[in-house]
Each structure stands twice: as structure tokens, then as C-alpha cells.
């Protein structure tokens, strides 16, 4: 959506002046640029300077499971990156929060308790439609954003970091330094490249899945168009802590998180029963869509399905629920071993 509230905070990403006019046509009173949305829904304000380094995520075809499309609760994996958003962040109703590189918007969606006023940005339009509807969204660039300083008292980005290169990773946190206020907090989920010892059962784990999808068991390849786009700007924790310095930060908290049981739930269990779903929905459209279609359109329905069974059936929701749980053996037993994932919460000088 597109409040009132998010027309006053915003700013020409190229010179923070204030822009007037209608939501599908702002103009800056500073430097004159015009800024067009071709969405009633979402603001579009990405710098008029064209970046040569550009995400995959603007791509149809790393979408074309519409994952985005519907939000399910935070589950598996989700749930443990929420869990710790909310413990480490923590925002109480007089913040102002930003979401950066908010995806579908999901995160927002799962924590309207917060009470806080809350804005998502990102460089792709895939926002879910419950998003669209009761969340200030709008398209941006994280290197150059739209916003005044010291505009948000806190901040946060899941999955975001490992997709810039070393020079976007130090351009983007230099933003979110420049957005929040002093003492403000950014909230990071991530990882580094150096890994400990006990990542080699995270390394077992992801051979079993290539013997799976050998079999047929499985299908990994969207996930691997996924990671793809995975620069891993960092190198180690200290490299990270020299990055953060230099931006304004300092870590308070940082949590590591190495997914060994999380990684078998996941990238095992999760795609298995996915796959056996995408085979059964495949060969019921297979008499009325070639082949190719076929099983593009069969993993839609399988995701489609399964948050349809999550929404609906108190057993798969209980399940997973407790798969869930189990996960967090992951920070219970590893969290204080330096390792690649990691949770750290920066703030402000």
C-alpha cells in the first residue's frame, strides 16, 4: 500500500530532496526528477543512475514457483530467522522500522504485533498480495535510499548481505548508517565464507541431496538458480567487524548458526515430499499441457498445495510446527561455535 505516512518519509534517492505530486507521479523539489510507479500498490524510486552489478532476483524465471504469491506462518528455517529477528530487534510501538531487501514482504506481515510503523523496500516487485495491501512498500536501490538521515530508529535484513559484491555490501551498509538515527539498530542475517569444522555435516548432507536428485527423489534446481546469484562479499567474522566499523556500526550480539539438523529437514525432508508432490501434479496435467509446461506448472501446485494443507490441516501445521522446533537444536548446540550463518544485531556509533 501507499499511505500518507510513507509519502511524507520519502526522499529523492539522488539528492534526499522532498518529492511532491501524486503517488504515480512524484517529482523532486530539489533536482526536478520525475519518479513514475506503474503500481497502485507500491512506490517505485530506484536511483535514476543504472548500476552495472544487478540482481537475479529481478528475473521471472527465479520466480516462477510464486513462492512470493501467498504468505504462509513462519515455519522450518522461517521460523528460526523470525524468532531471532524479534529477540535481537525487539521493537517496541514508538519505532520506526525498515525492512531492507523485504522480499514479499513476508517478515513485515508476520510481525504487525509489533505495533511499530514498518516500511519494505526492494530492487524486484514480487511482493505478496497480502503485502500490497497493508504494508508501505516500495522499489529501491539498498546503495542509494530514499530516504533522509536518521530517518528509522531501526532496521533489518534477512538474506540480503551474500548477494552484493564487497563494493555494494560497504555502499549499502554506509545507507543504512545514513538512514537511522544515532544509537538506531540494524538487524543482519547472513553469512561468511570461512566455516567451522562442524559445517561438514552440513557438507554430508548436501551430497546426500545431489545423490537424491540424481535418483529423482528430489529437485534442487530452482534453489540452485537461487544461490546463484550468492556474491559472499565476506570472508570471516573480523572482516565483517572491519566492514561494520568502517560504516558507522559496532556488533553488540552476534549468534552463529551452522543448520545441521535444519539443513536435513529442509533440504532433504522438505524437498522430497515437495518433489513426490510435483511428480503426482505433473502427471495429472500432462494430458492437457506438453511436458515442459507440465512440470513448471506441477511445481506451482505443489508449493500452491502444500500452504493450502498448512493453512488447513491442524496435523501438517502441528508437524512442522514441531520440525520447527527441533531446528533450534542447530543454535542450542552450535550457536557459539564461529561459523558461516550468522545473526548479529549492529549499532549505530
Known amino acids: 500500500m501507499i499511505s500518507d505516512a510513507l509519502l511524507s518519509l520519502v526522499r529523492c534517492p539522488d539528492c534526499h530532496g522532498v518529492l511532491a505530486g501524486s503517488p504515480e507521479s512524484l517529482v523532486c523539489r ?29 528475473d521471472e524465471t527465479l520466480h516462477a514457483d510464486a513462492r512470493h504469491e501467498r504468505v504462509s506462518p513462519p515455519l522450518l528455517g522461517s521460523r528460526i530467522r523470525n524468532d531471532m529477528l524479534r529477540a535481537f530487534l525487539a521493537p517496541e510501538p514508538h519505532d520506526l522500522v525498515v525492512d531492507l531487501g523485504c522480499g514479499s514482504g513476508r517478515a513485515l506481515l508476520w510481525n504487525r504485533d509489533w505495533g511499530s510503523r514498518t516500511i519494505g523496500i526492494d530492487i524486484s516487485p514480487f511482493f505478496s498480495s497480502d503485502a500490497r495491501r497493508s504494508i508501505d512498500l516500495l522499489i529501491g536501490d539498498l546503495r542509494r535510499l530514499p530516504f533522509a538521515d536518521g530517518t528509522f530508529t531501526k532496521a533489518f535484513s534477512l538474506d540480503v548481505l551474500e548477494h552484493l559484491s564487497p563494493e555494494a555490501l560497504r555502499a549499502m551498509l554506509a545507507e543504512s548508517s545514513r538512514i537511522l538515527a544515532p544509537g538506531g539498530e540494524l538487524f543482519v542475517y547472513t553469512h561468511v565464507r570461512k566455516n567451522a569444522p562442524v559445517a561438514a555435516g552440513l557438507r554430508w548432507i548436501n ?11 528430489i529437485d534442487a534446481r530452482q534453489e540452485r538458480l537461487r544461490k546463484s546469484d550468492h556474491l559472499n562479499p565476506l570472508r570471516d567474522i573480523p572482516e565483517l567487524e572491519e566492514v561494520a566499523r568502517e560504516s558507522g556500526f559496532r556488533i553488540r550480539r552476534i549468534r552463529y548458526y ?24 505433473a502427471k495429472r496435467l500432462g494430458d492437457s499441457v506438453g511436458p515442459e509446461q507440465a512440470e513448471v506448472l506441477a511445481v506451482r501446485e505443489a508449493r500452491a498445495a502444500a500452504k493450502s494443507r498448512i493453512a488447513s490441516s491442524r496435523t501438517t501445521y502441528g508437524t512442522l510446527r514441531v520440525l520447527s522446533f527441533l531446528m533450534k537444536l542447530d543454535l542450542l548446540l552450535f550457536g557459539r561455535i564461529r561459523s558461516g550463518p550468522f545473526f548479529a544485531l549492529l549499532v549505530k556509533e
Open 258 to 281: 551452522t543448520p545441521i539438523v535444519g539443513g536435513f529437514v529442509e533440504n532433504i525432508m522438505m524437498r522430497m515430499a515437495e518433489r513426490a508432490m510435483a511428480k503426482r501434479a
Open 207 to 217: 551430497r546426500l541431496g545431489r545423490y537424491l536428485e540424481h535418483w529423482g527423489l
Open 30 to 58: 530539489g533536482c526536478g526528477r520525475p519518479y513514475h510507479s506503474a503500481s497502485p500498490d507500491y512506490l517505485d524510486l530506484r536511483p535514476p543512475v543504472a548500476y552495472s552489478e544487478q540482481t537475479k532476483y529481478l
